[in-house]
């Protein structure tokens, strides 16, 4: 029973950093259509911004987890501006291509600038003991994931839902055309989406290189597919939908994991990516609507 | 994509450190052109002195440079020896260039090298059909000396083969840990980790422990809650964690976080200053490695190679490449000596024939797969510091 209660733990710290970078997956999906594959090197990019900013500028985790996420929030709205913009009115498997090129023009330069070689989060930089309850141990790492996490997505559904910006970004997403008759600025908001996708993704960096340490340039790739899973599980496009699929998801790894199958702890989760686009393809949290004329 | 990006990585440190062992090597490098040139014995040394594993080449270099400087102040059957050394540029094709101009242009009487297994796998052939004994310091895997059922009779190694790390720590976790149970965490997309849990399982239970728990991750992965929390259930007193240091520095950090505090052994591929960077020094108490030599062994041999390194490359303390470079050197001196005669083919008798050689890295002994059977140096991780604990012999 402790060990279950204990891996439920370790499946929800996983989840809540999917869940992270899935916000920022679904965010951008919702609003332009695209899957942002360069999504996940951004959040390898924010991680390296708050290694830096806490190494080099010796800076505290908070004020290094801002400088990630508002230099991620530049650099999302720059990929957007350069790379996407141009693309908007293209196919939809042109922007996808593109997306994929940006990701590894992302993930390379980074090798080509400061080597392939991994960094290391200094240890001890969470302040937080970890505590004990009922035998299951419950790092102070986790909780400040935890803690973050949450608080990120409170401060995403005030935003969306409170916010003028949020207000356009809804209006943009549901009709762009529309929504630009009415006075709204579209690349504006696109821009907006961006920056706020990126920065989770550059928050989820951070706490990604707090809890497990290790850093490298290609760290990006498996989370942020595993965090496409969770958005298209959760339903693309889904605010609420892409926090649930990532928790979700996470616990179910962690779930094929104390079963005895770690090894299958990936294939699972893209069978996971299967079963749900043959038997629910708009995902647990989609209504099924009916095209647009 | 992830080769390109192991010897990305590797490239990267290993230059970071050829830099260094660059400097040393220079130096050396003047002494040989002053040795007498007239009737000497001329040793090959076909070695990655550039490249992405640059480091371990000039480590050796070192070390065989060290050796032939006290081999030839006696000299050995009135002649000296000298080492004509080829660089490699860490490339197979490369290797088997250095292989065929030595043997062939240079006529040397054994080769050294070369330091990765893959590198030497590749001379094997022109060793062979040439009859010149190939000599690796450093190359570990199992089919270099014995592949499908035949002896390349002309290869041998100065380094125990990985299986037998699995082995030593078995001995360790049983003799000297008391463990009665274990847990087993092996990267299964490793064949060294993969060797080394197989034999040290097979021990274990023939010692009467038990394996209690066996898991397994894929090299690259960053979350290891899961399995640990599984292995902690299991209660083991002792886990046995035979992977590379970027795995298991994670490995190690985690598993103390989740509470396990029974000790965790793993080999030399735990051996780099990156695992105390990921696992934290605190976390890496209470482990342990087995390694192929210790510069802290009180050995009186031992001291006495540090001491003697030291004096020649500016204070640098010796690592295992170095260490085993040395012994290489050593090792063919022997048997040219027992072999009274330059001539390849009594080398290679006498290199088959060698029986309790003592060497730097322990007293050595060839199998009949030319296997060195040698003791291994276990070592305690204590604030960060390896610290000798103990040497095991076979």
Same mark, same amino acid.
């Given at each position: 029973m402790e060990?279950?209660i204990?891996?439920?733990v370790?499946?929800?710290?996983?989840? *809540?950093?999917y869940?992270?970078?899935?916000?920022g997956y679904?965010?951008?999906?919702?609003i332009?259509?695209?899957?942002?594959?360069?999504h996940?090197?951004?959040f390898?990019?924010?991680a390296f911004?708050?290694f830096?900013?806490i190494t080099?500028?010796?800076?505290?985790?908070?004020?290094?987890?801002?400088?990630?996420?508002?230099?991620c929030?530049?650099?999302?709205?720059l990929?957007?501006?350069?790379?996407y913009?141009?693309?908007?009115?293209?196919?939809r498997?042109?922007?996808?291509?593109?997306?994929?090129?940006?990701?590894?023009? &992302?993930?390379?330069?980074t090798?080509? &600038?400061?080597g392939?070689?991994?960094e290391a989060?200094?240890?001890?930089?969470?302040?937080?003991?970890?505590?004990?309850?009922?035998?299951?141990k419950?790092?102070?790492?986790?909780?400040?994931?935890?803690?973050v *996490?949450?608080?990120?997505?409170?401060?995403?559904?005030?935003?969306?839902?409170?916010t003028?910006?949020?207000?356009?970004?809804?209006?943009?997403?549901?009709?762009?055309?529309?929504?630009?008759?009415m006075?709204i600025?579209?690349?504006?908001?696109?821009?907006?989406?961006?920056?706020?996708?990126?920065?989770?993704a550059?928050?989820a960096?951070v706490v990604f290189?707090?809890?497990?340490?290790k850093?490298?340039p290609l760290?990006?790739i498996?989370?942020?597919?595993?965090a496409?899973?969770?958005?298209?599980?959760g339903?693309i496009g889904?605010i609420?939908?892409?926090m649930a699929?990532g928790?979700?998801l996470g616990?179910?790894?962690?779930?094929?994991s104390?079963?005895g199958?770690s090894?299958w702890?990936?294939g699972?989760?893209?069978?996971?990516?299967?079963?749900?686009?043959?038997?629910r393809p708009?995902g647990?949290?989609?209504?099924n609507?009916?095209?647009?004329v | 994509?992830?080769?390109?990006k192991v010897?990305?990585?590797?490239?990267s440190l290993? +230059?970071?450190?050829?830099?260094?062992a660059?400097?040393?090597?220079?130096?050396s490098?003047g002494?040989?052109?002053?040795?007498?040139k007239?009737?000497d014995i001329?040793?090959?040394?076909?070695?990655?002195?550039s490249?992405?594993?640059?480091?371990?080449?000039?480590s050796i270099? @070192? #070390?065989?440079? +060290?050796? %032939?400087?006290?081999?030839?102040?006696?000299?050995v059957?009135?002649?000296? %020896?000298?080492?004509?050394?080829?660089?490699?540029?860490s490339?197979?094709?490369?290797?088997i260039?250095?292989?065929? /101009?030595l043997?062939?242009?240079?006529?040397?009487?054994?080769?050294?090298?070369?330091?990765?297994?893959g590198?030497?796998k590749?001379?094997? @052939?022109?060793?062979?059909s040439?009859?010149?004994?190939? +000599?690796t310091?450093t190359g570990?895997?199992?089919?270099?000396?014995f592949k499908g059922?035949?002896?390349?009779?002309y290869?041998?190694?100065?380094c125990?083969?990985d299986?037998?790390?699995?082995?030593?720590a078995?001995?360790?976790?049983?003799?000297?840990?008391k463990?009665?149970?274990?847990a087993?965490?092996?990267?299964?997309a490793?064949d060294y980790?993969?060797?080394?849990?197989a034999?040290?399982?097979?021990?274990?239970?023939k010692?009467?422990?038990?394996i209690?728990?066996?898991?397994?991750?894929?090299a690259?992965?960053?979350?290891?809650?899961?399995?640990l929390?599984?292995?902690?259930?299991?209660?083991p007193?002792f886990?046995?964690?035979?992977?590379y240091?970027?795995?298991?520095?994670?490995i190690?950090k985690?598993?103390? @976080?989740l509470?396990?505090?029974?000790?965790?052994?793993?080999?030399?591929?735990?051996?780099?200053? /990156?695992?105390?960077e990921l696992a934290? /020094?605190?976390?890496?108490?209470?482990?342990?490695?087995?390694?192929?030599?210790?510069?802290g062994?009180?050995?009186?041999k031992?001291?006495?190679?540090?001491?003697?390194?030291k004096?020649?490359?500016?204070?640098?303390s010796?690592?295992?490449?170095n260490?085993?470079g040395?012994?290489?050197?050593?090792f063919i001196?022997?048997?040219i000596?027992r072999?009274?005669?330059?001539?390849?083919?009594?080398?290679?008798?006498?290199?088959?024939e060698?029986?309790?050689?003592d060497?730097?890295?322990g007293k050595?002994k060839?199998?009949? /797969?030319h296997?060195?059977i040698?003791s291994?140096v276990?070592?305690?991780y204590?604030? #960060?510091?390896?610290?000798f604990?103990?040497?095991v012999n076979?």
């Amino acid at each position: 029973m402790e060990q279950l209660i204990q891996q439920l733990v370790n499946g929800i710290s996983l989840g *809540s950093i999917y869940a992270l970078i899935a916000l920022g997956y679904t965010m951008v999906y919702g609003i332009v259509k695209l899957i942002n594959f360069a999504h996940g090197d951004v959040f390898m990019v924010g991680a390296f911004i708050g290694f830096y900013s806490i190494t080099i500028l010796d800076l505290g985790i908070f004020p290094a987890l801002l400088i990630s996420m508002a230099a991620c929030a530049l650099f999302g709205v720059l990929i957007e501006r350069i790379a996407y913009k141009p693309l908007r009115n293209a196919t939809r498997i042109a922007a996808l291509i593109t997306a994929i090129g940006v990701s590894l023009f &992302i993930e390379y330069g980074t090798i080509y &600038i400061r080597g392939a070689q991994p960094e290391a989060y200094p240890n001890g930089i969470v302040p937080l003991k970890s505590i004990e309850i009922l035998g299951v141990k419950i790092s102070g790492q986790s909780l400040l994931i935890l803690a973050v *996490s949450i608080f990120l997505m409170i401060l995403l559904q005030f935003i969306v839902y409170k916010t003028k910006i949020g207000k356009a970004m809804r209006a943009v997403s549901h009709d762009q055309d529309a929504a630009k008759l009415m006075g709204i600025n579209v690349n504006n908001t696109i821009s907006a989406t961006f920056a706020i996708g990126s920065a989770l993704a550059g928050a989820a960096g951070v706490v990604f290189g707090i809890y497990y340490t290790k850093i490298e340039p290609l760290m990006g790739i498996i989370p942020g597919l595993k965090a496409f899973v969770a958005a298209v599980l959760g339903g693309i496009g889904i605010i609420p939908g892409a926090m649930a699929g990532g928790l979700l998801l996470g616990v179910i790894e962690a779930l094929v994991s104390a079963a005895g199958f770690s090894l299958w702890r990936d294939g699972v989760a893209f069978v996971v990516l299967i079963l749900i686009l043959i038997f629910r393809p708009a995902g647990l949290f989609g209504k099924n609507v009916r095209e647009k004329v | 994509m992830r080769q390109k990006k192991v010897a990305g990585i590797f490239a990267s440190l290993m +230059l970071a450190a050829g830099v260094l062992a660059g400097c040393n090597s220079s130096t050396s490098g003047g002494g040989d052109k002053d040795a007498d040139k007239g009737g000497d014995i001329k040793i090959g040394a076909n070695l990655e002195l550039s490249g992405g594993v640059a480091s371990y080449g000039q480590s050796i270099k @070192e #070390g065989i440079d +060290l050796a %032939l400087e006290e081999i030839n102040k006696e000299g050995v059957n009135g002649k000296k %020896l000298k080492l004509i050394p080829f660089d490699n540029k860490s490339e197979a094709p490369e290797a088997i260039n250095g292989a065929t /101009k030595l043997t062939s242009q240079d006529k040397v009487v054994a080769i050294i090298g070369a330091a990765t297994s893959g590198n030497t796998k590749a001379q094997i @052939e022109i060793a062979q059909s040439n009859k010149v004994p190939l +000599l690796t310091p450093t190359g570990t895997a199992d089919d270099i000396t014995f592949k499908g059922g035949k002896l390349n009779d002309y290869v041998f190694r100065t380094c125990f083969i990985d299986p037998f790390q699995g082995t030593v720590a078995a001995n360790f976790a049983v003799n000297e840990l008391k463990a009665k149970t274990a847990a087993i965490f092996i990267d299964s997309a490793s064949d060294y980790s993969k060797g080394l849990a197989a034999s040290f399982k097979e021990l274990f239970t023939k010692e009467g422990g038990k394996i209690v728990k066996e898991e397994a991750y894929v090299a690259k992965d960053t979350d290891f809650n899961a399995q640990l929390t599984n292995i902690k259930g299991a209660k083991p007193d002792f886990v046995f964690i035979p992977g590379y240091y970027e795995e298991v520095g994670l490995i190690v950090k985690q598993a103390r @976080e989740l509470g396990i505090t029974a000790p965790m052994m793993g080999a030399d591929g735990w051996d780099s200053p /990156k695992l105390i960077e990921l696992a934290g /020094k605190e976390a890496l108490n209470n482990t342990f490695i087995t390694n192929h030599y210790s510069s802290g062994d009180s050995d009186p041999k031992v001291q006495e190679f540090v001491k003697a390194f030291k004096a020649k490359y500016k204070d640098k303390s010796p690592d295992a490449f170095n260490a085993l470079g040395y012994d290489s050197a050593y090792f063919i001196a022997d048997a040219i000596k027992r072999a009274g005669s330059s001539d390849s083919e009594k080398i290679k008798k006498a290199l088959a024939e060698t029986d309790s050689l003592d060497l730097v890295t322990g007293k050595m002994k060839l199998d009949d /797969k030319h296997n060195p059977i040698k003791s291994a140096v276990i070592l305690e991780y204590v604030n #960060g510091e390896q610290k000798f604990k103990t040497k095991v012999n076979p």
